[in-house]
């Protein structure tokens, strides 16, 4: 039986916890009271800079910006061409938090929270190609130009039965090799295979996906103590609509929010 004081006893005990939660997350992730945060600028369906002005935005930046502000610190932002150079950089210990694909690989250092966007992956093929389909892609004698250790990268190491994979370690740069080598493919993020073919007349961008890859907060493996909390934080941004106002608000409109 409850008694006088026990509702209010209760609440200041959930905002004891809540605050708690807070300062433990703050401990963990911004320890210095800045919350160093890893951009892949290669993948422009999530994050981007501004030509003229150098300001970075895109879905992933504001999710940060948010996050550092329920934390009360400030976010320095440290950008990658690559998602396998942000990778790279969690040995000598450059950020945070990160954006990344969800992979069973990445996961060896990684600790992911549930995903809030889904992307799409595709081809871009000459506007002669044959290639009507991704499927037809895979096939003896065709040569795949892909950025080594994107998501679709790792996707296509263990699915692709017959086609080359060429890879290009300079991040951002396997499409312009795709043109340069003559090659019959170029695998990349849908979005951003679009904004490719129209910077480039001749190529076009196969209809269908060859992969749905979902992308994720994500932490080095030491802190996924802070899991839980960002879990909860972008299952929060996801459901208030926040995260798609913020594709809708960087031209994304294309991009699914995870369920």
């Known amino acids: 039986m409850s008694r006088p004081g026990d509702s209010c006893r209760t609440r200041s005990d959930l ?25 892949n600028l290669g993948n422009a369906a999530l994050a981007m800079r501004d030509e003229a002005t150098g300001e970075l935005g895109g879905v992933s930046v504001v999710l940060a910006r948010e996050l550092a502000g329920r934390l009360g610190v ?16 969690i040995d000598t210990d450059e950020w945070d938090i990160g954006f990344l694909a969800i992979d069973p690989k990445r996961a060896e250092k990684l600790s992911f929270t549930s995903p809030y966007v889904i992307i799409s992956s595709s081809y871009v093929v000459p506007e002669a190609s044959p290639f009507r389909s991704c499927a037809e892609v895979d096939s003896p004698g065709t040569r795949i130009a892909v950025a080594k250790n994107a998501a679709y990268d790792l996707w296509l190491a263990k699915h692709a039965k017959h086609a080359e994979i060429v890879h290009n370690d300079a991040p951002g740069t396997s499409l312009q090799m795709f043109i340069d080598e003559g090659l019959d493919a170029g695998a990349g993020v849908t ?19 060859f992969a749905t890859i979902e992308q994720a907060m ?4 030491k802190n996924v ?32 929010v995870a369920p």
């Open 15 to 39: 905002g004891g916890m809540m605050a708690h939660t807070l300062s433990h997350v703050r401990e963990v992730l911004a320890p210095k009271g800045r919350l160093r945060v890893a951009i």
């Open 225 to 256: 103590g802070a899991v839980p909390f960002l879990s909860a934080f972008i299952e929060e941004m996801k459901q208030s609509g926040f995260v798609r106002a913020a594709l809708d608000a960087s031209g994304r409109t294309e991009v699914a």
């Open 74 to 89: 400030e976010a320095d932002f440290v950008t990658f061409n690559g998602a396998g150079k942000v990778f790279a950089a």
């Open 218 to 221: 994500t932490v080095p493996a």
């Open 191 to 209: 979005q951003v295979l679009h904004r490719f073919v129209a910077e480039h007349p001749g190529y076009r961008v196969l209809p269908d996906s």
